[in-house]
């Protein structure tokens, strides 16, 4: 049995010759422009959405950044963040003193959610990250006990030299955490 014996058994060619008769064509013409359209549609917005999205700029930015500043990505914004609390330790003010305590802390929690260590309590996320920061875990927890005194209770009192102390915890642990 030839494959030509075989097409006419399953009637393959009628079907051929059906599909491609000029008459079939025609009638079908609306209908592909109808899916041309379509097509031609969500090509142009998956286009559109790829240029204005955030997340394809952030994937390239962050891969060129790294490569070109031989840190990780959001080293330097880390960096200035961190210097705008150090700031407040400059200006001899204990209200700056707490409030450069509460933002360290506030700034090593984003951080811990950013790398996934998001827990519904403070101290769970500092557990669940405490492979990194095995050495100054407990630091970190007294620190964290501290900016609890400072928010709760108005009459607590801070000295300089205990807030650069609990400033250089917090700083360790963000680098340890964020900088993995």
């Given at each position: 049995?030839?494959?030509?014996?075989?097409?006419?058994?399953l009637?393959?060619?009628?079907?051929?010759?059906?599909?491609?008769?000029?008459?079939?064509?025609?009638?079908?013409?609306?209908?592909?422009?109808?899916?041309?359209?379509?097509?031609?549609?969500?090509?142009?917005?998956v286009?559109?959405?790829?240029?204005?999205?955030?997340?394809?700029?952030?994937?390239?930015?962050?891969?060129?950044?790294?490569?070109f500043?031989?840190?990780?990505?959001?080293?330097?914004?880390?960096?200035?963040?961190?210097?705008?609390?150090?700031?407040k330790?400059?200006?001899?003010?204990?209200?700056?003193?707490?409030?450069?305590?509460?933002?360290a802390?506030?700034?090593?929690?984003?951080?811990?959610?950013?790398?996934?260590?998001?827990?519904?309590?403070?101290?769970?996320?500092?557990?669940?990250?405490s492979?990194?920061?095995?050495?100054?875990?407990?630091?970190?927890?007294?620190?964290?006990?501290?900016?609890?005194?400072?928010?709760?209770?108005?009459?607590?009192?801070?000295?300089?030299?205990?807030?650069?102390?609990?400033l250089t915890?917090?700083?360790?642990?963000?680098n340890?955490?964020?900088l993995?």
């Open positions: 049995m030839s494959w030509e014996d075989f097409y006419n058994l009637g393959i060619r009628d079907f051929i010759y059906f599909i491609s008769s000029s008459t079939l064509q025609e009638t079908l013409l609306p209908v592909k422009l109808v899916f041309v359209g379509f097509t031609l549609f969500f090509l142009v917005a286009f559109y959405f790829m240029l204005n999205s955030s997340w394809l700029q952030y994937k390239f930015l962050e891969d060129v950044t790294e490569f500043s031989w840190q990780s990505y959001g080293a330097k914004q880390m960096a200035k963040r961190w210097e705008r609390i150090m700031k330790i400059e200006s001899g003010s204990e209200s700056e003193y707490k409030l450069s305590i509460i933002e802390d506030d700034f090593l929690k984003e951080t811990l959610e950013e790398r996934g260590y998001e827990q519904e309590k403070f101290e769970d996320s500092i557990k669940a990250a492979r990194l920061i095995s050495e100054i875990l407990e630091q970190v927890l007294e620190a964290h006990q501290i900016r609890n005194s400072i928010v709760y209770n108005p009459d607590f009192k801070l000295t300089e030299e205990q807030a650069k102390k609990i915890v917090y700083e360790t642990a963000i340890a955490i964020g993995e």
